[in-house]
């Protein structure tokens, strides 16, 4: 019968015909599909950082000459790393604020090594968009918390570098880093 | 649009009439911006910004090629190639400054053709789609402009690649491995440089297949007019050519005048000094700015200093500055007065000349300003009102105003009543 060309359970049989064009038709389209969709991860893949990027090596850093209220910009992962020497007045400042009240909850002793919380090690990234706050240089304004001063928009942080004001919404990030001894960070 | 009373194509010389037979490319011209496209009579000058904003693009491309030659997308060489081109290269001098002030230029004339659209409701039925994909080529234009500004890469370079990829960053979760993703690393560098200049070579083609879906669209119904009446007689219209290229090219030829001026005598006085020093990845210049046709965009982005509810303070302006720009994509539904020019609408004309033009023009100089009281609180004060426009005012006017009584036809607004002048009879307008 003329009706029943191409289709391999005729319809007085089953009711429903099924073609064998509709399976190769449903075949072809699901591996082109399935290859179509391999193909693309490469192609989003190339964009991520790439092995030489990802294979940051670590940085040492000898941090005798900070003198106690003093900082210095090293740089991690070509971006910069604020290594501050907090004066006792400033851990004071800094532990007396009610963490309850922070945008970004944390205490000056979760960001810094225990015995060492004078060694305020932040990266020196902004969390809003990621300019270099002030305050790690000489003479540059730390704004009204004592701490870092963003003036792409106006981040304000404190003495244990937590936001405090502006548009950031995070603390200054603490980087994987360890003491190698009393005077030599490693950070990485 | 092609009206029955559109003249025909006849090419008389047998060149033309071989060409017209095996490719009609002649033909095309003709009917898409000759004498076979019949618009109306009434144009006035906001009419020749879209012809100006394709010259831009022509502008861009051309010397933009040109500085590919003696560019180098590398972040050991890209500021010294730039500088490369600006003292060594033949005329890279006279490019680069074209090329640099032509997209401030292209941002003026587009600008004002979108303003143009607010103006005389442009955007309304039956245009929608025409002005949907003006958006996106407006879009696709931001994104070009703001890559082509990292390739120099001097300070204002890097920290505008920094600053706006981390915008990226405040998407919750995916935010921060998407800012890597862009850029190819943790912070801007050669991997970004180089996709950056892949892709600003790359996006003005795309800007120009988009345009040409634009006028595509724009050519269905045709162009409206000062008067929002559509064409309903062949008195309503003259032949594109010789009537409006050659309105067109008076009106180039004004725009030629200003934007060479600005390219010979103050080719610096749009950029900013901070871009001559090389970048510096760990001193971020004390005021970073955007170019300036991104600032009241920018103003929407800092307007929001404290947390909403649960979204935090980084992503509502993040959100708030991409929503300035989509808000665009809705106007053909929020305005849903049947007037389509403003000229005939006495409460819309006023909300958009000394409400929406004033506000955002001090967005701008609120996003240019540093990032502290009193321009904290304009801004926020301002982006609050540039929202309530679309999506308050907007609807509300359209459905309460009184329009002012419309011409019957475009040729009665230009003539008159006086039926002598009617060039054609009158005939009954079309349902
Ligand atoms: C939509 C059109 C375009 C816009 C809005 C645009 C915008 C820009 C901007 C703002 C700059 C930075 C200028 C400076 O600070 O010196 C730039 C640089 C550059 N653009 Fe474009 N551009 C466009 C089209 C093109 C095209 C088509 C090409 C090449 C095919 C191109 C190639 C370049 C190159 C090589 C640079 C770096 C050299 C320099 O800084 O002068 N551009 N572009
Ligand atoms: S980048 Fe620091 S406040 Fe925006």
Same mark, same amino acid.
């Given at each position: 019968?003329?009706?029943?060309?191409?289709?391999?359970?005729?319809?007085?049989?089953?009711?429903?015909?099924?073609?064998?064009?509709?399976?190769?038709?449903?075949?072809?389209?699901?591996?082109?599909?399935?290859?179509?969709?391999?193909?693309?991860?490469?192609?989003?893949?190339?964009?991520?950082?790439?092995?030489?990027?990802?294979?940051?090596?670590?940085?040492?850093?000898?941090?005798?000459?900070?003198?106690?209220?003093?900082?210095?910009? @090293?740089?991690? !992962? $070509?971006? #910069?790393?604020?290594?501050?020497?907090?004066? %006792?007045?400033?851990?004071?400042?800094?532990?007396? /604020?009610?963490?309850?009240?922070?945008?970004?909850?944390?205490?000056?002793?979760?960001?810094?090594?225990?015995?060492?919380?004078?060694?305020?090690?932040?990266?020196?990234?902004?969390?809003?968009?990621?300019?270099?706050?002030?305050?790690?240089?000489?003479?540059?304004?730390?704004?009204?918390?004592?701490?870092?001063?963003?003036?792409?928009?106006?981040?304000?942080?404190?003495?244990? @570098?937590?936001? !405090? $004001?502006? #548009?950031?919404?995070?603390?200054?990030?603490? %980087?994987?880093?360890?003491?190698?001894?009393?005077? /030599?960070?490693?950070?990485? | 649009?092609?009206?029955?009373?559109?003249?025909?194509?006849?090419?008389?010389?047998?060149?033309?009439?071989?060409?017209?037979?095996?490719?009609?490319?002649?033909?095309?011209?003709?009917?898409?911006?000759?004498?076979?496209?019949?618009?109306?009579?009434?144009?006035?000058?906001?009419?020749?910004?879209?012809?100006?904003?394709?010259?831009?693009?022509?502008?861009?491309?051309?010397?933009?090629?040109?500085?590919?030659?003696?560019?180098?997308?590398?972040?050991?060489?890209?500021?010294?190639?730039?500088?490369?081109?600006?003292?060594?290269?033949?005329?890279?001098?006279?490019?680069?400054?074209?090329?640099?002030?032509?997209?401030?230029?292209?941002?003026?004339?587009?600008?004002?053709?979108?303003?143009?659209?607010?103006?005389?409701?442009?955007?309304?039925?039956?245009?929608?789609?025409?002005?949907?994909?003006?958006?996106?080529?407006?879009?696709?234009?931001?994104?070009?402009?703001?890559?082509?500004?990292?390739?120099?890469?001097?300070?204002?370079?890097?920290?505008?690649?920094?600053?706006?990829?981390?915008?990226?960053?405040?998407?919750?979760?995916?935010?921060?491995?998407?800012?890597?993703?862009?850029?190819?690393?943790?912070?801007?560098?050669?991997?970004?440089?180089?996709?950056?200049?892949?892709?600003?070579?790359?996006?003005?083609?795309?800007?120009?297949?988009?345009?040409?879906?634009?006028?595509?669209?724009?050519?269905?119904?045709?162009?409206?007019?000062?008067?929002?009446?559509?064409?309903?007689?062949?008195?309503?219209?003259?032949?594109?050519?010789?009537?409006?290229?050659?309105?067109?090219?008076?009106?180039?030829?004004?725009?030629?005048?200003?934007?060479?001026?600005?390219?010979?005598?103050?080719?610096?006085?749009?950029?900013?000094?901070?871009?001559?020093?090389?970048?510096?990845?760990?001193?971020?210049?004390?005021?970073?700015?955007?170019?300036?046709?991104?600032?009241?965009?920018?103003?929407?982005?800092?307007?929001?200093?404290?947390?909403?509810?649960?979204?935090?303070?980084?992503?509502?302006?993040?959100?708030?500055?991409?929503?300035?720009?989509?808000?665009?994509?809705?106007?053909?539904?929020?305005?849903?007065?049947?007037?389509?020019?403003?000229?005939?609408?006495?409460?819309?004309?006023?909300?958009?000349?000394?409400?929406?033009?004033?506000?955002?023009?001090?967005?701008?100089?609120?996003?240019?300003?540093?990032?502290?009281?009193?321009?904290?609180?304009?801004?926020?004060?301002?982006?609050?009102?540039?929202?309530?426009?679309?999506?308050?005012?907007?609807?509300?006017?359209?459905?309460?105003?009184?329009?002012?009584?419309?011409?019957?036809?475009?040729?009665?607004?230009?003539?008159?009543?006086?039926?002598?002048?009617?060039?054609?009879?009158?005939?009954?307008?079309?349902?």
């Amino acid at each position: 019968m003329a009706d029943d060309a191409g289709i391999d359970t005729p319809v007085h049989e089953t009711g429903e015909g099924v073609r064998r064009r509709d399976f190769i038709n449903v075949a072809a389209v699901s591996f082109a599909g399935v290859g179509g969709l391999a193909t693309l991860w490469p192609l989003i893949r190339q964009m991520s950082p790439s092995a030489d990027v990802l294979a940051e090596s670590s940085t040492e850093i000898d941090i005798s000459q900070i003198a106690a209220g003093q900082a210095i910009k @090293a740089i991690w !992962r $070509k971006q #910069p790393v604020f290594l501050r020497n907090l004066t %006792p007045a400033e851990i004071a400042l800094a532990n007396k /604020v009610d963490i309850g009240s922070l945008r970004d909850p944390q205490t000056l002793a979760e960001r810094t090594k225990p015995g060492k919380e004078n060694w305020l090690i932040t990266m020196g990234v902004c969390t809003h968009l990621g300019c270099v706050p002030l305050g790690a240089g000489e003479g540059e304004p730390r704004g009204e918390f004592g701490g870092y001063f963003c003036p792409c928009h106006g981040s304000t942080y404190d003495t244990a @570098a937590r936001i !405090r $004001k502006g #548009p950031a919404p995070k603390n200054l990030e603490v %980087p994987v880093y360890e003491f190698n001894s009393d005077t /030599v960070v490693k950070i990485g | 649009m092609s009206f029955p009373w559109a003249q025909h194509y006849e090419p008389r010389h047998p060149f033309m009439q071989w060409m017209d037979e095996k490719l009609p490319l002649p033909r095309f011209v003709y009917n898409a911006v000759g004498a076979g496209y019949p618009v109306p009579r009434n144009l006035n000058y906001w009419w020749n910004f879209g012809v100006l904003a394709g010259f831009c693009l022509v502008i861009q491309i051309v010397t933009g090629v040109i500085l590919a030659m003696h560019y180098a997308a590398n972040a050991g060489v890209a500021f010294d190639s730039t500088e490369h081109i600006m003292r060594d290269v033949n005329w890279g001098w006279m490019m680069r400054y074209a090329h640099a002030n032509g997209a401030s230029a292209f941002f003026v004339v587009v600008y004002t053709h979108i303003f143009r659209g607010f103006l005389f409701g442009s955007y309304k039925a039956p245009r929608e789609m025409i002005w949907l994909l003006g958006v996106v080529i407006f879009l696709l234009m931001m994104a070009t402009a703001f890559m082509g500004y990292v390739l120099p890469w001097g300070q204002m370079s890097f920290w505008g690649a920094k600053v706006i990829t981390g915008l990226f960053s405040a998407i919750p979760l995916i935010g921060t491995p998407l800012q890597q993703w862009l850029l190819g690393g943790f912070a801007p560098d050669n991997a970004a440089l180089n996709r950056f200049f892949s892709l600003h070579f790359l996006l003005p083609f795309v800007i120009a297949a988009v345009v040409i879906l634009h006028i595509w669209a724009l050519h269905i119904p045709g162009s409206t007019n000062p008067t929002g009446v559509e064409v309903k007689t062949e008195s309503d219209t003259v032949p594109f050519h010789p009537y409006y290229t050659a309105k067109d090219g008076f009106g180039l030829g004004v725009f030629l005048i200003l934007y060479t001026a600005v390219v010979f005598f103050a080719p610096n006085a749009l950029g900013h000094p901070d871009n001559y020093i090389p970048a510096n990845p760990l001193s971020t210049p004390a005021h970073i700015v955007p170019e300036w046709y991104f600032w009241p965009f920018y103003a929407i982005l800092r307007a929001f200093t404290w947390d909403f509810f649960f979204i935090p303070a980084k992503l509502m302006g993040v959100l708030a500055m991409f929503s300035a720009i989509l808000v665009w994509f809705f106007l053909p539904w929020l305005d849903t007065s049947p007037v389509r020019s403003s000229r005939y609408r006495p409460l819309l004309r006023k909300f958009v000349w000394f409400g929406l033009l004033p506000d955002v023009i001090i967005l701008g100089y609120c996003g240019g300003s540093p990032a502290a009281e009193p321009f904290v609180m304009i801004s926020q004060i301002a982006a609050a009102y540039y929202f309530l426009h679309f999506l308050v005012i907007l609807p509300i006017v359209s459905s309460i105003e009184k329009p002012e009584p419309l011409p019957f036809s475009i040729t009665e607004d230009v003539l008159g009543k006086d039926d002598h002048a009617v060039l054609a009879p009158a005939q009954p307008a079309a349902a």
